[in-house]
C-alpha cells in the first residue's frame, strides 16, 4: 500500500514535470539559444530521475563537445533520460515516438533524429542527416541493437548507422547503461521494457521501486578513420559488454 501511494505522489509529479517541459518546448525554446536548450533537456532529464526516485551515477567522462557518435546498450524507455541526464545528445528514435502524445514534443524538441524501422531503405536517410549533423559539431546517440534487451547480454549490434561516423569522420564513443538497487548495487528489473512488455506497467514498476540508481559509464572516443562498420560494430559490441561489466 505504501509503495503504491508512494508511487502515486510520483506518477503525478512526473506528469507535471512533462507538462512543464512540453511548454518550455512550445513557449521559452524559440528564444533559447541551440546550447541553452541542450542544458535546459539536460537539467530536466536529471529532475525527472531524481521525481521518480532515481539517483545519476556517473561514471568515465562525458564527451565535452562534438562531433562524437556515442552508442550504448539499450535496456529501457528510461534510457535516454538517463543519458540525457549526463549529457545531451540528439538520439536516433523510431518515427513512432514523434507522433506519441506529450512525448513526442520532449522527443522532438530534445532534437531526435526519426528512423522507420520497417523501411529498410529508410537507414539511408538517416545516416545522411547523421553524417550531416557529425559534420556540424552535433553529438549523435544510437543504440545499435536496434531494440531493448534484458540486460543480461548484448544482441548483436547493427552496423548501418556507424557509417555517418566513418562518412563525417567524427568518432565514436562507447558507453553502458545499468539500472540498480540504490541499496544493494543489484541490477533492477523495474524499468525493463523488453518483448511483451507493457510501457504503462514498466512505468508503474519503476515508481513503485525502491531508490534506484541509473549507472552510466562513458568508455574512450575511437577514431573512425580506416574503419570497416561491420568488423568495427563487433568490435564495439565487445567494448560496450565490457563498459556493462564494469558498472558499479
Not at 509529479?13 to 512533462?18: N, S
Request: positive net charge; proline residues 6%; aromatic residues 6%.
Amino acid at each position: 500500500m505504501v509503495h503504491s501511494l508512494k508511487a502515486c505522489w510520483r506518477l503525478l509529479h512526473a506528469v507535471g514535470h512533462a507538462l512543464a517541459g512540453w511548454w518550455t518546448i512550445r513557449f521559452a525554446f524559440p528564444g533559447l539559444t541551440q546550447a541553452e536548450r541542450n542544458a535546459r533537456v539536460q537539467e530536466w532529464s536529471r529532475r525527472m530521475l531524481e521525481i521518480m526516485g532515481i539517483t545519476l551515477k556517473v561514471q568515465g567522462t562525458p564527451p565535452p563537445a562534438g562531433p562524437v557518435l556515442l552508442i550504448s546498450n539499450h535496456l529501457s524507455w528510461l534510457d535516454i533520460t538517463a543519458i540525457h541526464a549526463a549529457r545531451h545528445v540528439r538520439f536516433v528514435s523510431k518515427s513512432g515516438v514523434k507522433h506519441w502524445p506529450l512525448i513526442g514534443t520532449l522527443s522532438t524538441g530534445a532534437g531526435s533524429l526519426y528512423i522507420e524501422r520497417e523501411r529498410r531503405r529508410d537507414a539511408l536517410r538517416v545516416v545522411h542527416h547523421m553524417t550531416e549533423a557529425l559534420r556540424e559539431g552535433d553529438l549523435i546517440g544510437v543504440f545499435p541493437e536496434g531494440t531493448t534487451s534484458d540486460g543480461r547480454g548484448l544482441l548483436p549490434f547493427h552496423a548501418n548507422l556507424l557509417q555517418a561516423a566513418i562518412s563525417s569522420g567524427a568518432p565514436v564513443l562507447p558507453a553502458a547503461l545499468r539500472f540498480a538497487d540504490a541499496a544493494t548495487g543489484e541490477t533492477s528489473q523495474a524499468p525493463r521494457y523488453i518483448d511483451d512488455d507493457n510501457l504503462l506497467t514498466s512505468l508503474w514498476n519503476t515508481l513503485r521501486a525502491p531508490p534506484l540508481l541509473a549507472i552510466v559509464r562513458f568508455g574512450e572516443p575511437q577514431d573512425s578513420h580506416g574503419r570497416e562498420r561491420r568488423t568495427w560494430a563487433q568490435s564495439l559490441h565487445e567494448d560496450v559488454q565490457q563498459l556493462r561489466r564494469e558498472t558499479h
